[in-house]
């Protein structure tokens, strides 16, 4: 895709922006999936709070342990490509120093002629886990909205770390974009989640172009579902539950839906609820 470039970077981290482990698991399938060596990773000791983020002892195959400490790494392919090349960011969301962490990879991306950056990350939401899971592609660059089809955020509040790379990014001069995957706020004892796992991964590859691994992802995605329907199937109030929140997608989805229908529905479903306004949560793009 013209609109990326063909020297992709893909940024994902475990942390506030990783709801069900979606977006940490994405970065896992892609390093998994080819083969990379790393370009360069910041020293720990000046980004990450180890009473939160606490270093972890591990053995080797031999039973001999070491210590490993919280990371963040750029990594790129081994072998060369014709078409678009993904390089890939990821590690730990760092506690302190956001802007000289962002800085850093920022100053290498551009030594490494990078030319486009993708953030992916995943959010709680109110949607059912029977339907797709829905990912918000967005960007800030007029260009790149349109080359690729995607929307213009209009969230205020907090964010991640993703958001400080994406502006980094565009401010150096690299059109950057974001893919955020909606995973159900019920799940919460099915996490990881590899039906927004696969959500992800399928629409990383539409906006780049770039061919991605997927694995045996389709079969835990149903797997999951399943788990899910299970546990839901002994719980009235639950299932009762799910189903207003497929109405409520199903309106929204609907091609005769308008803006008033989709609005006079959401607000039947919160007075449903006994809720007040939505309050979306963690770094939430769509608001």
Known sequence: MDGLGRRVLVAGFDGWNDAGEAASSAMTRLREGGAYEPVF???PELYFDYQYTRPQVVADGEGKRTLQWPEATLLKPVRATRGTQLWLLTGVEPARAWQAFASEFIDVALREDITGFVAIGSMMSDVPHTRPISVFGGSDNDA????????????????????????????????????????PHYVAGHTPSPKATLALLDKLEDITGAPVPRGELATEAAAWEASIDAAAADDEEMTEYIRQLERT???????????????????????????GPSKPGRDDPRR
């Open 144 to 183: 790149l909205r349109t080359a690729l089809d995607l929307e213009r955020s209009t969230y205020e509040g907090p964010v991640g770390i993703l958001s400080v790379l994406g502006h980094a990014a565009d401010a150096a001069g690299i059109p950057s974009a974001s893919l955020w995957a909606s995973v």
């Open 41 to 43: 990773s910041v020293d």
């Open 249 to 275: 997608r199903d309106t929204w989805d609907s091609p005769e839906a308008s803006g008033d229908a989709i609005a006079q529905e959401f607000e039947r479903y919160l007075r449903r609820r006994g809720d």
